[in-house]
């Protein structure tokens, strides 16, 4: 197996962290748009037990995916579980285009898978890449990570509830 320098480590770190806070606006902007999305699947109200399924599944399945990213990791290394993460992180640009709203969770909670084998993978190169004297400014960045994506969606640029929301098709 070809060793990965330290830079090549460095620049997967920062590809994982970017990807990630692009996850966290993401997830943000669709639990931000929750109402709208269920108007325009349902075409109204659903019973308020729709929503907790949902949001106890997710909640379920994320705390199943870092088991996942943990065994991928250990079978792919870090290079080709990397790649997967951000493979399954591409299901946010499928998710809008589902034809109904279980296909949409379904994608929704693929990404998350991805979302959070991201956030497994970044402390194994910060232990591995990063000088003993820089891994707390690194390990920051991943505290940080899902804050800063959330604000960039809350931000006044992104802050508008209904511009353009195209779910299931052009409207």
Do not use: D, E, W
């Given at each position: 197996m070809k060793e990965v320098?330290?830079?090549?480590?460095?620049?997967m770190f920062f590809t994982l962290?970017?990807?990630?806070?692009?996850f966290a606006a993401s997830w943000v902007g669709g639990s931000n748009l929750g109402p709208e999305i269920i108007q325009t699947y349902f075409g109204g109200e659903v019973s308020p037990v729709l929503s907790q399924v949902v949001n106890y599944t997710i909640t379920i399945a994320?705390?199943?995916?870092?088991?996942?990213?943990?065994?991928?990791?250990?079978?792919?290394?870090?290079?080709?579980?990397?790649?997967?993460?951000?493979?399954?992180l591409a299901f946010s640009l499928v998710a809008v285009w589902m034809p109904n709203y279980w296909l949409y969770?379904?994608?929704?909670?693929?990404?998350?898978?991805?979302?959070?084998?991201?956030?497994?993978?970044?402390?194994?190169?910060v232990v591995r890449f990063v000088a003993r004297e820089q891994k707390i400014f690194y390990s920051s960045f991943i505290t940080a990570s899902?804050?800063?994506?959330a604000f960039?969606?809350?931000?006044?640029?992104?802050?508008?509830?209904?511009?353009?929301?195209?779910i299931g098709g052009l409207p």
């Open positions: 320098s330290h830079r090549t480590g460095i620049l962290f970017a990807a990630y806070v692009t994320r705390v199943v995916a870092n088991f996942l990213a943990a065994l991928f990791l250990m079978k792919l290394g870090i290079k080709r579980a990397g790649q997967l993460a951000l493979c399954l969770i379904a994608a929704r909670m693929i990404m998350a898978l991805g979302g959070s084998m991201i956030m497994v993978y970044m402390n194994p190169l899902y804050n800063i994506g960039i969606m809350r931000s006044p640029l992104f802050s508008l509830r209904k511009p353009y929301v195209i």
